[in-house]
């Protein structure tokens, strides 16, 4: 099957009135492990998914997705923010509108919004208005709008912060169906217990520059950096 992976960013960076808020960042991000962004507070992790998703363009350095399938990669990623971004519409039709753009054949919108519905357990909530839903639905309606899309990858961007624990466990049930899936997850959290049950990889910035990147269960007990390892120990970093 064609993908549009590897995405490759080569010495990224993204600066702002002659600040620099991303330094030289080089990675690849390919199909496999469930990615984990970690840092302080403006680290730079927002928008190192930002850059990835397309939703700014670096300053410096180069962007670009390696697979057999690059130029269909705006069609076959996404991404989902803290607060869902909804239309004024059903459940379902939020879930139609997407595939609509995304230039899914009518005839097979149904299908698909049936199963995102079931995948995300809102197949209930189908004909109410989104923006009657709870935030914790809300959220479950953005990841069933990339379920639907049949992405190859999602950037997800601390999906859970304003969630209680209930809500905060089924976003993370759905990523994790998305992951078995076949879907890259690409997740950034300030939640150091969400990382450790969610990551099979970590990615760790701090003051805009990607410091260690490491298997998860060696990263939480070995960092290898003085950053890293005061992060774990739960020391403030400076910005």
């Not at 927002?46 to 410096?60: A, E, I, N, V, Y």
């Not at 990382?195 to 260690?212: C, K, P, Y």
Request: charged share 20%; net charge positive.
């Amino acid at each position: 099957m064609s993908t549009i992976l590897p995405l490759r960013l080569d010495r990224v960076g993204y600066a702002i009135g002659g600040k620099s808020l991303i330094d030289e960042l080089s990675l690849t991000l390919d199909i496999g492990p469930r990615t984990v962004i970690l840092g302080p507070n403006g680290a730079g992790k927002s928008l190192t998914l930002r850059l990835c998703h397309g939703l700014l363009q670096p300053s410096s350095g180069t962007l670009a997705w390696g697979g057999s399938a690059a130029a269909l990669a705006a069609r076959r990623q996404a991404m989902v923010f803290q607060r869902p971004i909804l239309l004024r519409r059903t459940v379902a039709a939020n879930i139609a509108y997407a595939l609509a753009l995304a230039g899914v054949p009518r005839h097979q919108r149904r299908e698909r919004i049936d199963d995102a519905l079931l995948q995300t357990r809102l197949s209930d909530l189908a004909d109410l208005p989104a923006r009657v839903l709870s935030i914790g639905e809300q959220q479950r309606l953005a990841l069933a709008r990339v379920w639907a899309l049949q992405v190859e990858i999602v950037f997800l961007d601390e999906p859970t912060a304003s969630l209680d624990p209930g809500a905060t466990r089924a976003v993370e049930a759905i990523a994790n169906a998305m992951d078995a899936a076949g879907t890259k997850i690409v997740m950034t959290t300030h939640d150091m217990g969400q990382a450790r049950r969610m990551a099979d990889e970590i990615l760790f910035l701090h003051q805009g520059r990607l410091v260690e990147r490491a298997p998860a269960d060696e990263f939480f007990a070995r960092p290898r950096t003085a950053e890293a390892q005061a992060f774990v120990r739960g020391e403030l970093l400076s910005n």
